[in-house]
């Protein structure tokens, strides 16, 4: 199973991006999806993250700008981000719940993508 983020870059503050992650291997079922973020020296936070089933929960600092969303058929999660700030400036990652086909079930991350906010 691997997990592929896309989407970071370079953005003055105000600015929007969207980040992507797909799920692919032998999957059964990607339960749970989430993003974490981490500056380099600090410890990794969580952002947001969406059930199977849509349902959807956020960190303070993100609540209202940022959107997560999932497209089950493609086992892909996203991450919107809108009304971009200097502090949201990190590594963001994909951290994905899934039952394999073999029906073990674990954490699988993908790689950093990273966002950089101007200001």
């Known amino acids: 199973v691997q997990l592929q983020a896309s989407g970071g870059g370079l953005v003055q503050a105000g600015g929007s991006l969207r980040l992507s992650c797909k799920a692919s291997g032998s999957i059964f079922r990607v339960n749970a999806m989430s993003w974490y973020r981490q500056v380099p020296g600090k410890q990794r936070e969580w952002v947001a993250a969406i059930t199977s089933g849509g349902s959807t929960n956020y960190a303070d600092s993100v609540k209202g700008r940022f959107t997560i969303s999932r497209d089950n058929a493609e086992n892909t999660v996203y991450l919107q981000m809108n009304s971009l700030k200097p502090e949201d400036t990190a590594d963001y990652y994909c951290?994905?719940?899934?039952?394999?086909?073999?029906?073990?079930?674990?954490?699988?991350w993908g790689q950093g993508t990273q966002v950089t906010v101007s200001s």
């Open positions: 951290e994905a719940d899934i039952t394999t086909a073999w029906r073990s079930r674990n954490a699988y």
